[in-house]
């Protein structure tokens, strides 16, 4: 098996206004599990910078650590990127926005990354109204380290271990709502008609836009009960060692319509239930999206859609009243504007 993609591409491939082909927008071959919901999120984040035309050389890419953080080398390859440390992210983002606003910055984490190690991060990113797309993959559990529960991981479920967890789970999207983001949308990794939207929506939003995408593991997230599990089957053989066998599966994928409630049968034969948000929902309304959310969750739904947007807000460049001119093409006589200027400078502060 080789992780090396092929350089060819058919010849005739769709192009956009810049005239690149999709091909121009993908990344590396990913080594997630086969079935990975995170895969299906690396496509639509692909298929929506392609319709956007956006250049791949304006956009900067990061992430945390886990198997979402491990996505920003399947998509835009041509991109700038930064692999951070564990819940990391946001402050690493931050401090490239405030030094070069030109770009476009996609932040990809996980529902460990985010709301556990990285959770102060997570609230004061929101709270500063950062231009970013945040991006977070929530499956329920800690994949790369074999199984544990997450933050978001439901009351009761059942761990791989078989310990049963006693907290209830953090609902990030109704967090991000509460704490000020000025985008929240909600959305499954398997429907790419409401993902992709959301995506062009977000990174056109001048403000901190989140997506909370429901992202299921194959592999580890075998939780009874859990709205975002996988049964895992383990095969036992007689060997000197002991190895978990990942069984091949497709990715799910559903199309269903506004105000519609959808099943989702999931590879062990338990299920999810999508209410996707109708036309006539008001996503201005900031208290009734939390209501939404609320009561969605006491039908052990999973509430879909744009879910608030602030048409106006004010991004931490604003805020700050930074330079328009990124920090690395200012010149010497704009950062060193001399003795009289610092002495009118600290005048101000008497």
């Not at 009351?155 to 999207?173: E, Q, T």
């Not at 008609?193 to 939003?205: C, G, M, S, T």
Request: with cysteine; hydrophobic share 35%.
């Amino acid at each position: 098996m080789t992780f090396y993609k092929p350089s060819f591409r058919h010849p005739e491939l769709p192009k956009n206004k810049l005239g690149y082909t999709s091909a121009e927008y993908e990344g590396v071959i990913s080594t997630l599990c086969a079935g990975c919901g995170h895969d299906s999120i690396s496509t639509a984040i692909v298929q929506a910078c392609f319709e956007l035309d956006i250049e791949p050389h304006k956009v900067a890419k990061l992430s945390g650590i886990g198997c979402s953080s491990k996505t920003p080398a399947y998509f835009l390859s041509n991109s700038h990127g930064f692999n951070s440390v564990h819940g990391r992210m946001p402050a690493v983002a931050t401090g490239a926005n405030l030094a070069n606003k030109e770009l476009l910055y996609i932040g990809v984490s996980g529902d460990g990354d985010s709301a556990s190690i990285g959770m102060g991060q997570f609230v004061h990113v929101i709270r500063k109204n950062l231009n970013m797309v945040y991006i977070c993959m929530n499956n329920g559990v800690y994949g790369l380290t074999k199984g544990q529960d997450s933050a978001t991981a439901d009351v009761g479920s059942i761990s791989k271990a078989g310990s049963v967890n006693p907290y209830p789970p953090i609902d990030l999207a109704s967090l991000a709502i509460e704490l000020g983001a000025s985008f929240v949308a909600q959305s499954f990794s398997g429907d790419k008609d409401q993902l992709i939207p959301l995506l062009k929506a977000a990174i056109n939003h001048p403000g901190f836009a989140f997506l909370n995408v429901v992202s299921p593991c194959v592999t580890f997230n075998n939780n009874p009960g859990s709205t975002k599990s996988y049964q895992f089957a383990r095969e036992h053989a007689a060997c000197t060692g002991r190895a978990d066998y990942v069984p091949v599966m497709d990715p799910i994928t559903k199309s269903y319509g506004e105000g519609e409630v959808t099943t989702i049968e999931l590879h062990d034969g338990s299920a999810l239930q999508f209410h996707k948000l109708d036309n006539e929902w008001n996503p201005e309304d900031r208290l009734s999206a939390i209501s939404a959310l609320k009561r969605a969750e006491e039908k052990q739904e999973v509430l879909t859609g744009l879910l608030y947007i602030n048409r106006n807000p004010k991004e931490l460049h604003n805020i700050l009243n930074t330079s328009d001119t990124p920090l690395n093409r200012l010149n010497e006589a704009t950062l060193c504007p001399g003795n009289d200027i610092l002495q009118d400078i600290n005048e101000g502060f008497r």
